[in-house]
Protein backbone atom coordinates (compact mmCIF):
# COMPACT_ATOMS: atom_id res chain seq x y z
CA UNK A 1 0.00 0.00 0.00
CA UNK A 2 2.00 3.24 -1.03
CA UNK A 3 0.90 6.75 -0.24
CA UNK A 4 2.42 9.80 -1.65
CA UNK A 5 1.80 12.82 0.03
CA UNK A 6 2.54 16.14 -1.32
CA UNK A 7 2.97 19.72 -0.25
CA UNK A 8 3.17 22.47 -2.51
CA UNK A 9 3.43 26.25 -2.41
CA UNK A 10 0.60 26.64 -5.47
CA UNK A 11 -3.08 26.35 -5.56
CA UNK A 12 -4.47 23.65 -6.26
CA UNK A 13 -7.63 24.05 -8.86
CA UNK A 14 -9.67 20.60 -9.13
CA UNK A 15 -8.43 19.97 -12.77
CA UNK A 16 -4.97 19.75 -11.60
CA UNK A 17 -5.74 17.80 -8.61
CA UNK A 18 -7.17 15.55 -10.74
CA UNK A 19 -4.61 15.60 -13.32
CA UNK A 20 -1.64 15.06 -10.80
CA UNK A 21 -3.39 12.62 -9.22
CA UNK A 22 -3.45 10.44 -12.91
CA UNK A 23 0.12 11.08 -13.19
CA UNK A 24 1.04 10.33 -9.57
CA UNK A 25 -1.26 7.02 -10.04
CA UNK A 26 1.73 5.93 -12.99
CA UNK A 27 4.41 7.60 -11.50
CA UNK A 28 4.02 4.97 -8.68
CA UNK A 29 4.25 2.07 -11.00
CA UNK A 30 7.95 2.78 -11.21
CA UNK A 31 8.64 1.46 -8.40
CA UNK A 32 6.31 -1.53 -8.86
CA UNK A 33 3.52 -0.78 -6.35
CA UNK A 34 0.04 -0.51 -8.22
CA UNK A 35 -2.32 2.24 -8.08
CA UNK A 36 -5.07 0.36 -7.29
CA UNK A 37 -3.93 0.66 -3.71
CA UNK A 38 -2.42 3.84 -4.20
CA UNK A 39 -3.90 6.65 -1.60
CA UNK A 40 -2.67 10.32 -2.34
CA UNK A 41 -2.48 13.23 -0.18
CA UNK A 42 -1.98 16.57 -2.07
CA UNK A 43 -1.77 19.69 0.49
CA UNK A 44 -1.58 23.19 -1.43
CA UNK A 45 -1.04 26.88 -0.65
CA UNK A 46 1.86 25.95 1.79
CA UNK A 47 5.14 27.90 2.66
CA UNK A 48 7.97 25.88 2.07
CA UNK A 49 11.29 27.28 2.68
CA UNK A 50 15.07 26.14 1.70
CA UNK A 51 18.35 27.80 2.49
CA UNK A 52 16.46 30.56 4.92
CA UNK A 53 14.33 31.45 1.89
CA UNK A 54 10.67 31.39 0.90
CA UNK A 55 9.91 29.12 -2.15
CA UNK A 56 7.65 30.98 -4.30
CA UNK A 57 7.11 27.75 -6.64
CA UNK A 58 7.98 24.57 -4.51
CA UNK A 59 7.30 21.15 -3.49
CA UNK A 60 7.83 18.41 -0.77
CA UNK A 61 6.91 15.64 -1.76
CA UNK A 62 7.05 12.03 0.38
CA UNK A 63 6.42 8.57 -1.39
CA UNK A 64 5.44 5.55 1.58
CA UNK A 65 5.74 2.05 0.79
CA UNK A 66 5.25 -1.15 2.42
CA UNK A 67 8.63 -2.75 2.67
CA UNK A 68 11.63 -0.74 0.69
CA UNK A 69 11.94 0.63 -2.79
CA UNK A 70 14.39 -0.09 -5.07
CA UNK A 71 17.33 2.54 -5.17
CA UNK A 72 17.83 2.24 -9.01
CA UNK A 73 13.75 2.60 -8.96
CA UNK A 74 13.64 5.58 -6.98
CA UNK A 75 15.85 7.16 -9.27
CA UNK A 76 13.56 6.95 -11.98
CA UNK A 77 10.45 7.84 -10.17
CA UNK A 78 12.66 11.02 -8.58
CA UNK A 79 13.09 12.05 -12.35
CA UNK A 80 9.20 11.31 -13.48
CA UNK A 81 8.16 12.79 -9.97
CA UNK A 82 10.15 16.70 -11.11
CA UNK A 83 8.33 16.36 -14.25
CA UNK A 84 5.37 15.84 -13.56
CA UNK A 85 5.33 18.64 -10.95
CA UNK A 86 6.91 20.89 -13.50
CA UNK A 87 4.76 20.55 -16.60
CA UNK A 88 1.30 20.76 -14.64
CA UNK A 89 1.90 22.69 -11.85
CA UNK A 90 5.20 24.91 -13.10
CA UNK A 91 7.21 23.97 -10.21
CA UNK A 92 11.21 24.28 -11.66
CA UNK A 93 12.59 20.87 -11.18
CA UNK A 94 14.99 22.49 -8.45
CA UNK A 95 12.27 23.76 -6.17
CA UNK A 96 10.69 19.34 -5.96
CA UNK A 97 12.38 17.62 -2.82
CA UNK A 98 11.37 14.08 -2.78
CA UNK A 99 11.99 11.36 0.19
CA UNK A 100 11.14 8.14 0.46
CA UNK A 101 10.32 5.90 3.28
CA UNK A 102 9.68 2.68 3.46
CA UNK A 103 8.00 0.50 6.79
CA UNK A 104 7.41 -3.47 7.34
CA UNK A 105 3.93 -2.89 8.31
CA UNK A 106 1.09 -1.26 7.12
CA UNK A 107 -2.21 -1.56 8.62
CA UNK A 108 -5.63 -1.75 6.94
CA UNK A 109 -9.45 -3.06 7.37
CA UNK A 110 -8.15 -4.71 10.97
CA UNK A 111 -4.90 -5.92 10.20
CA UNK A 112 -1.46 -5.06 8.81
CA UNK A 113 -0.04 -6.46 5.51
Request: glycine share 8%; proline share 4%.
Amino acid sequence: MPMIEAKVTVNLPEEKRNVLKAELGKAITIIGKPESYLMINLIDKQDLYFAGKKLEKGAYVEVKVLGKADHSKTNEMTARLCDVFESILGIPQDAVYISYWGTDFWGWNGSNF
